[in-house]
């Protein structure tokens, strides 16, 4: 599977949008992208996924680039609560997931 | 639903002694999976299960047993606990395919 590369941190302001960017450069013609985040140390939770349209869900839209070498994950009005650690990953079918450092969004009051 | 549960959330280990995590699922899921995560780091896939009776390795298998007798528990079993397995443990269920995966709280396990 290819890797994923993302910021080590970023800052938010409340209220306003939330972007994080993921580099993966390798990523193969089958695999996905997909989006978790994990508040304080409880269990991962999924956010969203796509192939090569750009995806919205309830809680987030994911833009990636034509070359699919690149991916934006857009909380469009973050607050407090999407303070966590933002993880990127590239997966074929969703198989064999690597978790990396992820990012660790702050969202300032 | 209670969703995917974990028992216990804490347990100190000596090393050589064994134990078994538990974790079970009431969404009627066919995978079934388990990570480690250690501080600072991102999540490593242990042990899988894409149905009852079927079972495989992730990416750091070693010391660690699993098997899946029923649909709903995925039971994790470490053989002689070493220092190097201090982790948290998650646990995760999906329906199907592992696109969007449903974690458990974690068990934090300490080994002296």
């Known amino acids: 599977d290819a890797k994923t590369t993302q910021p080590t941190s970023m800052d938010c302001a409340e209220g306003r949008a939330a972007n994080l960017p993921c580099n993966h450069s390798?990523?193969?013609?089958?695999?996905?992208v997909y989006w978790y985040r994990q508040i304080h140390s409880q269990g991962p939770q999924y956010i969203i996924h796509?192939?090569?349209n750009n995806e919205t869900n309830e809680m987030a839209s994911l833009i990636i680039t034509e070359d699919r070498k690149s991916s934006t994950l857009i909380l469009p009005h973050a607050t407090l609560r999407d303070t966590a650690v933002y993880y990127c990953i590239v997966s074929r079918y969703g198989q064999n997931f690597v978790f990396g450092p992820g990012t660790r969004l702050s969202v300032l009051p | 639903n209670a969703g995917v549960t974990q028992t216990p959330k804490f347990q100190v280990l000596k090393t050589g002694q064994s134990m078994t995590l538990q974790c079970a699922q009431d969404m009627n899921h066919e995978y079934m999976s388990w990570y480690r995560q250690d501080p600072g780091m991102g999540l490593r896939l242990i042990h899988y299960s894409v149905g009852a009776g079927i079972t495989d390795q992730g990416e750091v298998p070693n010391g660690y047993n699993v098997s899946r007798s029923t649909t709903e528990d995925f039971p994790l079993r470490l053989l002689s606990a070493a220092p190097s397995q201090t982790s948290v443990y998650f646990c995760a269920s999906s329906y199907e395919g592992w696109e969007t995966q449903y974690f458990g709280p974690g068990t934090r396990l300490l080994v002296l």
């Open positions: 390798t990523i193969s013609g089958n695999e996905y």
């Open positions: 796509g192939l090569k």
